[in-house]
């Protein structure tokens, strides 16, 4: 398959180029490239690129290593919290028959597992629906590991406690004692989840928002988001797609996340101007990160 490759607007921004790669080492990587020059061509003015590249800098950037690293420190929190294996399952939070990253980043954990007496691979549940039936066979399970590998405005763990919750006394099931983890979160996402459900969370790496939550000066924010809404907008005119200004405008429900996983698929709570792709038209987008 063909890689549709941008061209540089101008001499200038070959240089650019180099000069944003030293100031942020991540973006040497090949992978970033041509995102890069999309985003040059697109925002050519001043402002923008002003913008463009303190975000840019600010993006909490992991890979693959660092991210499997982070694990290590959530099988760590396990042990700390001295739950038995034998009692214990650990349940990505992933819709069933879809591809997800809680199933990806959950297969990792079997490194560390194997490290430890009495884990055995069937306490590591793909859906909250496959958790639920080993429990209506197993009766023994006093504790339970509901994992994700980011959590973005808490919604979705919100909703997957109440399912697995809901789902077990539908069927009759005592109620374990629910731990939540996740490898990566927005803080007020995460904050949300605690302050919604009463449970702690365990998550090693927490992203504030890359305005609202890193800048002192409200003048300066105001003026930092209008900027980038219309960034958005111009983005919006030029490959005919909404998405860019609706509900998705500064990240899904303005979350201004900065943050990337290399090789991963972006999470939309990201500024869209570096992930979002228009669909069902012929202008193709090459963006920084990318997501299905």
């Known amino acids: 398959m063909e890689i549709f490759q941008p061209k540089s607007k101008s001499k200038e921004d070959f240089y650019n180029i180099e000069k944003y790669k030293k100031q942020t080492s991540w973006l040497d990587d090949e992978c970033y490239e041509n995102g890069l020059q999309t985003l040059l061509n697109e925002f050519p003015d001043k402002d923008e690129r002003e913008l463009l590249f303190e975000l840019i800098n600010k993006v909490v950037h ?9 694990i290590s420190t959530l099988v760590k929190k396990i042990e700390d919290l001295k739950i038995s294996p034998n009692n214990t399952l650990i349940i990505a939070t992933a819709k069933k028959g879809e591809s997800d990253g809680s199933q990806a980043w959950l297969y990792f954990f079997k490194f560390y597992l194997a490290q430890h007496n009495g884990w055995k691979e ?4 793909s859906t909250i629906c496959s958790g639920v039936e080993h429990m209506k066979s197993d009766r023994r399970i006093t504790d339970v590991v509901i994992f994700d590998d980011f959590i973005g405005t808490g919604s979705t763990m919100i909703n997957k406690v109440k399912e697995f919750v809901q789902n077990l006394k539908k069927e009759g099931i005592k109620i374990p004692k629910i731990h939540i983890f996740s490898l990566a979160g927005m803080s007020f996402g995460v904050d949300k989840v605690q302050s919604k459900i ?3 969370v365990e998550c090693p790496v927490l992203i504030k928002k890359g305005i609202t939550e890193q800048l002192t000066c409200q003048v300066q924010i105001n003026k930092q988001k209008s900027l980038m809404r219309s960034m958005e907008k111009k983005l919006e005119k030029k490959y005919n797609h909404k998405p860019f200004t609706g509900k998705y405008s500064l990240g899904y429900e303005g979350s201004e996340a900065l943050f990337q ?3 991963s ?3 939309n709570n990201v500024f869209p101007i570096f992930w979002m792709k228009p669909k069902g038209n012929q202008r193709f987008r090459n963006t920084l990160f990318h997501r299905l």
Request: glycine fraction near 0%; include cysteine; aromatic fraction near 4%.
């Open 198 to 200: 009463k449970i702690n």
């Open 261 to 263: 996983v290399q090789f």
């Open 122 to 125: 069937r306490q590591l549940k």
């Open 62 to 70: 992991q890979r693959i290593s660092d991210r499997i690293q982070t």
């Open 265 to 267: 698929n972006c999470a």
